[in-house]
């Protein structure tokens, strides 16, 4: 039985409507995990340190897509529960090209300077070129990037989030095999990583775009829409703590990378980066569960049901307080399996990473 924004949510209920969601976002984290692992045991600790250290920057710029996404799927949502069809799939249009234009907009500016970005974070000469490779080619696919972080907060928002799932899994199989036959089969370093990345990325861009643009019957589809200002600001004021959230994961993890990079070289951006790696997919949970959630609670609130939503408040902190608590311990207990297997070659990186992620 589909479960709608307008019904009660037990926590069972509420489990069901966001699980989509959540694997969705741990799949999308899993993009660059994948790439430092093939990275990592193929092309080893300097192209690994590399690619961590533009990894920052490249998700930097590419969260534009999480604050239209998840600010215009609320707005959305509120005008869904408001009864206005047709207005909510004007704001959805409108969102879309925003999204497009920007991500075309931040591709050019990133790649024309690339080479001072990777400069100004102290990137050594022994590895300043694969940055760079790795830098440029991965931000040519940005507008695929922001377009699938905005496709995943708006499926929830059109009550299609088993769609967005299978979109994710399709899009993260796909960066799977390329990175295993650009790196380890066809040798294309890594540019073959960032090419596998952003060909994924395009899937789980794409397809969406596509179901959107041919599917009339769907809650939300495109149509002719006029340019809102007014609207869009709302969606980004609403969209704009989920996108400082990944805006400060980006210059934090740049400003380690800066003083590792001077302190420890190679190996303290690799240890750094390893670990990140895994913080990515235990974060992927409660972005998720903050996307999957929020067209539920911007439903609610317009209809006034103050009782659904202080329920959904409670259940929320305690699903949440719960899991923070597992992940930890589950950190703590597996944290050397986990890092033998991007570090598995090199027994010094292993234990500076294993006492950073304990720590």
């Given at each position: ?51 961590n250290l533009m990894m920052p920057v ?42 497009v234009v920007a991500g075309i907009v ?254």
């Amino acid at each position: 039985m589909p479960i709608r924004l307008s019904d009660h949510f037990s926590y069972r209920r509420l489990l069901r409507f966001v699980l989509a969601t959540i694997i969705m976002m741990i799949v999308a984290s899993v993009y660059s995990v994948v790439d430092g692992f093939f990275v990592s045991n193929v092309l080893w600790k300097n192209a690994f340190a590399a690619v961590n250290l533009m990894m920052p920057v490249v998700m930097a710029l590419g969260s534009f897509g999480f604050m239209i996404g998840t600010g215009g799927s609320t707005l959305i949502a509120k005008t869904l529960g408001e009864g206005d069809e047709r207005r909510a799939k004007d704001y959805f249009t409108m969102l879309i090209c925003v999204v497009v234009v920007a991500g075309i907009v931040l591709s050019t500016i990133g790649f024309i300077f690339m080479p001072q970005i990777a400069g100004s974070l102290g990137v050594s000469d022994a590895i300043i070129e694969d940055a760079i490779v790795y830098g440029r080619t991965f931000i040519l696919g940005n507008i695929f990037f922001m377009l699938q972080n905005s496709f995943q907060s708006f499926l929830v928002a059109a009550e299609k989030p088993q769609m967005g799932l299978v979109i994710s899994l399709m899009a993260g199989i796909t960066n799977i095999v390329l990175d295993f036959l650009l790196i380890s089969v066809w040798g294309l370093g890594v540019f073959g990583a960032a090419m596998a990345t952003i060909i994924g990325q395009a899937v789980g861009g794409h397809i969406p775009l596509m179901y959107f643009w041919g599917n009339r019957s769907s809650r939300l589809c495109f149509v002719k829409a006029r340019m809102d200002f007014s609207a869009l600001g709302k969606a980004c004021v609403n969209g704009s703590s989920e996108m400082l959230t990944n805006l400060s994961v980006s210059v934090v993890g740049m400003l380690y990378n800066i003083q590792l990079i001077r302190i420890a070289a190679e190996n303290g951006v690799s240890a750094y980066g390893v670990i990140m790696y895994v913080n990515f997919i235990f974060m992927g949970f409660f972005f998720g569960y903050a996307i999957g959630s929020a067209p539920v609670i911007g439903y609610h609130y317009v209809a006034k049901n103050m009782a659904e939503l202080k329920s959904l408040f409670i259940k929320s902190l305690v699903i949440t307080g719960a899991v923070s608590l597992i992940m930890t311990l589950l950190a703590e207990a597996f944290a050397l399996p986990l890092y033998k297997l991007f570090l598995g070659y090199d027994a010094k990186l292993l234990g500076i990473t294993v006492k950073g992620m304990c720590l």
